[in-house]
């Protein structure tokens, strides 16, 4: 499975936008972006995923760059309840089953 | 409709003992796979489970087993317990027919000490 490259940490205001970065240059044509994010104390939580097109969900938006070398999850008004870590990991399209490559994934506090 | 259910929600033993974790999966998944995350530190897939057949391994010793029963539900077997084994292990269902395309639901996981 290829890598994915996020930042450690970020900080957001409550109420204002969040923007999490993440670079998989090694990224092919089969793999799916998918977004997961793990509250503390719990397991991880599907966020949202996406093949090529931006996508939207109740709880996020995912931006695809064009070459599908980075994407961008979108929080739209974080609140206090979104502090967590977000994992973006590829999944082959051509790969039954449940194995995800976690990183470090990308820890977000959310300031009142 | 209940999600991922995983059983003890923590555990204490002490080196040399084995362990049994249990979960179920959410309603209409055929898929187990299971996780172990160190503090800090990302979840790291030990197995998967479909069919009641280990489909998917992750770089794990053979001390780490698994089973899957007829309703779906699975097991995660630890022998000759390490301290490093300590770890929160997670549990996450999903559909075989899905594959790339698939959502993982994860258990809230069991806290393993080992002492």
């Known amino acids: 499975d290829a890598k994915t490259t996020q930042p450690n940490s970020m900080e957001s205001n409550e109420e204002e936008p969040v923007h999490l970065p993440c670079n998989h240059s090694t990224i092919s044509g089969t793999d799916y972006i998918h977004w997961y994010r793990q509250l503390p104390s719990q397991g991880p939580e599907y966020v949202i995923h996406?093949?090529?097109s931006n996508v939207n969900n109740r709880m996020a938006s995912l931006a695809i760059a064009e070459d599908r070398k980075s994407s961008t999850l979108i929080l739209h008004r974080a609140t206090l309840r979104d502090a967590a870590v977000y994992y973006c990991?590829?999944?082959?399209?051509?790969?039954?089953?449940?194995?995800?490559?976690f990183g470090q994934g990308t820890e977000l506090s959310v300031k009142p | 409709d209940a999600g991922v259910t995983q059983s003890p929600t923590h555990l204490i033993k002490t080196r040399g003992q084995q362990v049994t974790l249990r979960c179920s999966p959410k309603s209409g998944h055929d898929t187990v796979s299971w996780y172990q995350q160190a503090l800090g530190q990302g979840p790291q897939f030990i197995f998967q489970?479909?069919?009641?057949?280990?489909?998917q391994r992750g770089n794990f010793p053979d001390r780490f087993s698994g089973h899957q029963f007829p309703n779906y539900s699975s097991e995660l077997n630890v022998n000759a317990l390490l301290l490093g084994d300590s770890a929160l292990y997670l549990c996450?269902?999903?559909?075989?027919?899905?594959?790339?395309?698939?959502?993982?639901?994860f258990g809230s996981g069991t806290q393993l000490s080992v002492l």
């Open positions: 996406g093949l090529t």
């Open positions: 489970y479909y069919e009641e057949e280990e489909r």
């Open positions: 990991i590829l999944r082959d399209g051509n790969n039954q089953g449940g194995k995800l490559i």
């Open positions: 996450a269902s999903s559909r075989i027919l899905d594959r790339g395309n698939e959502k993982l639901f």
